[in-house]
């Protein structure tokens, strides 16, 4: 069983015994089978998807209807149907051979993680379907990341191919995936990563800190906790900074590895079977596909309540705000970690910045209905209201934007590696960026 320990609120953490699915897998063969990459959506009846990741390489049969095991599920799982309005910006591509589908890469390299490889555990033992191609979609552009992964697990670049067009084969073989968001892993996915990893020498360390602060992302208060590791003697580490094989070694040959939930957490993946982790959680809830890839190898898992976030967020949107919260004290000094007492309210200098942030990712319906999926209790007029509150209250208080790194009054601001700036407006209105997103100020 799962050695874990808790370090949270009552009813914070809800994790099941076991997210193990131990069903045979299978596949489903479809006939004149056509892999459909036309950017036109389909009619909103025929299926809900939960964010544009996902609305990109579907499979048709060849009366049109939607082959269901194609999909890349979510829960909670939305609409489904198998009735397709389906519209060609132009006639589909036929290609005379039988292919693998090995699915929809999402361009997102937790997402590629936990469900872009879920369908390859087919290709562990396919000597029966070497005439086959293997063929798959990308959600956008291509990454290099992606291709070292490829290369890693084996896959035969001769016949691998980028379906780009709706493409028509005479048969595709649809593997089952060997692992579901949030939901369960799988022998066969487990095989999959080993595969992946099997090759790659660990580098040793005893204690690894998995930091976010290089990234530029919409996480604040970082700083302090990844300070606080390191004058225990955690060495940082910023995976982006690493080629894919530089990761996997370090993560591999780690004894301890502490991490803020998210993307970075799901480097976990590839973490030896019983290393200690300690997961930050940075949001209102937690991030529930990190318990089924801790559940998977067998980590002795403390999860830590880091977040002094509010407000109601997407998953892995944001804006998330962090500090030493008194649950993360408790597992410091469990744990024998020094820490400084007077920066357990650091993250309040953050605060203002926090809530900009907030009011700029979530100014209308699309942004709400993100936060709408992954926060079913929440409401749109209960959104709206959040937002029209935050609106007239930062209308009336001078702009000043803190980042881990220096504060900035917006005078000041200049372009920098987080591609902080401002422009004027007719003298009257200023918009401020903060990595990458519009903070709108107005003068008094």
């Not at 953490?13 to 389909?42: C, H, P, Q, T, W």
């Not at 300070?227 to 990761?247: A, C, D, M």
């Amino acid at each position: 069983m799962l050695e874990q320990h808790i370090y949270g609120p009552d009813g914070y953490f809800d994790i099941k015994d076991s997210y193990k699915l131990s069903s045979r897998l299978s596949f489903e063969r479809v006939k004149n089978g056509m892999i459909y990459v036309d950017n036109a959506f389909l009619n909103e009846n025929f299926i809900t998807f939960y964010s544009h990741l996902h609305q990109y390489g579907f499979v048709l049969d060849e009366n049109n209807k939607y082959v269901l095991s194609a999909a890349n599920h979510r829960s909670p799982v939305g609409g489904r149907s198998e009735n397709a309005e389906t519209v060609f910006s132009h006639m589909p591509a036929r290609v005379h051979k039988k292919a693998i589908y090995l699915g929809c890469i999402i361009r997102h390299w937790g997402h590629f993680l936990v469900e872009g490889i879920s369908r390859w555990w087919f290709m562990l033992n396919d000597e029966q379907y070497q005439d086959y191609e293997l063929c798959y979609t990308v959600s956008g552009q291509q990454r290099d990341y992606m291709n070292q992964i490829m290369d890693l697990f084996g896959l035969d670049k001769s016949r691998l191919r980028k379906i780009e067009v709706n493409t028509i084969y005479d048969e595709l073989i649809i593997p089952e995936v060997s692992t579901e968001f949030k939901q369960f892993w799988t022998e066969e996915y487990k095989q999959t990563v080993r595969r992946i990893t099997q090759n790659i020498k660990p580098v040793y360390n005893e204690k690894i800190y998995l930091s976010r602060t290089k990234f530029g992302d919409r996480l604040l208060g970082e700083k302090v906790i990844e300070k606080t590791f390191k004058h225990n003697g955690y060495k940082i580490i910023y995976p982006e900074r690493l080629s894919v094989k530089k990761q996997i070694a370090i993560i591999k040959g780690a004894r301890k590895i502490a991490c803020v939930s998210g993307t970075t957490a799901h480097n976990l993946i590839f973490a030896g079977d019983g290393s200690e982790c300690a997961v930050l959680e940075r949001s209102i809830t937690p991030n529930r596909a990190q318990f089924v890839i801790n559940d998977m190898n067998k980590l002795k898992i403390s999860y830590i309540k880091a977040s002094y976030s509010f407000l109601p967020t997407g998953d892995g949107y944001g804006p998330f705000l962090i500090g030493i919260t008194p649950y993360l004290e408790q597992y410091f000094k469990e744990n024998k970690i020094t820490y400084n007492p007077q920066e357990t309210d650091s993250y309040k200098q953050f605060e203002q910045t926090y809530l900009r942030l907030w009011h700029a990712c979530y100014n209308n319906v699309e942004g709400f209905e993100t936060i709408l999926f992954d926060n079913p209790q929440a409401t749109m007029s209960g959104l709206e209201q959040i937002r029209q509150k935050l609106d007239d209250n930062l209308k009336t208080v001078k702009l000043q934007i803190k980042t881990d790194k220096k504060i900035k009054e917006i005078a000041a601001v200049k372009p920098s590696r987080l591609r902080l700036f401002y422009k004027e407006k007719r003298g009257r209105e200023r918009t401020f960026y903060f990595c990458g997103i519009p903070v709108y100020h107005y003068k008094k």
